[in-house]
């Protein structure tokens, strides 16, 4: 009688034992899904926030016409009637040894 009332102790601890840290939702697979989960939405409020960053950019290009000089000037070196360029050049052998 006492060996089954051990018997029948040990089997109820390891089935709570597998309940809680065994097989596919355990209490650690559980609490690594969380974690997982907390991650992802960062990942997402990131990627929100950058859609939101190119999104203003694109209204900026389409609807702004001072951006749209300002990229053209900056990139293509384009410029107004009357205004003259300059243009900065670094000399190879001084930027070398400063370097």
């Not at 209490?27 to 969380?34: D, G, P, T």
């Not at 990131?46 to 951006?67: F, G, K, P, Y």
């Amino acid at each position: 009688m006492r060996g089954k009332v051990i018997l029948g102790g040990v089997l109820v601890a390891g089935a709570a034992y597998f309940a809680l840290f065994g097989g596919e939702y355990s209490l650690l697979e559980l609490q690594r899904l969380k974690n997982d989960l907390a991650e992802e939405q960062v990942r997402l409020e990131e990627a929100r926030a950058e859609i939101a960053r190119l999104q203003a950019r694109v209204d900026s290009l389409e609807n702004d016409s001072a951006t749209i000089e300002r990229i053209a000037r900056e990139r293509y070196g384009l410029i107004r009637p009357g205004e003259r360029l300059y243009r900065f050049v670094e000399d190879t052998a001084e930027a070398d040894s400063v370097r």
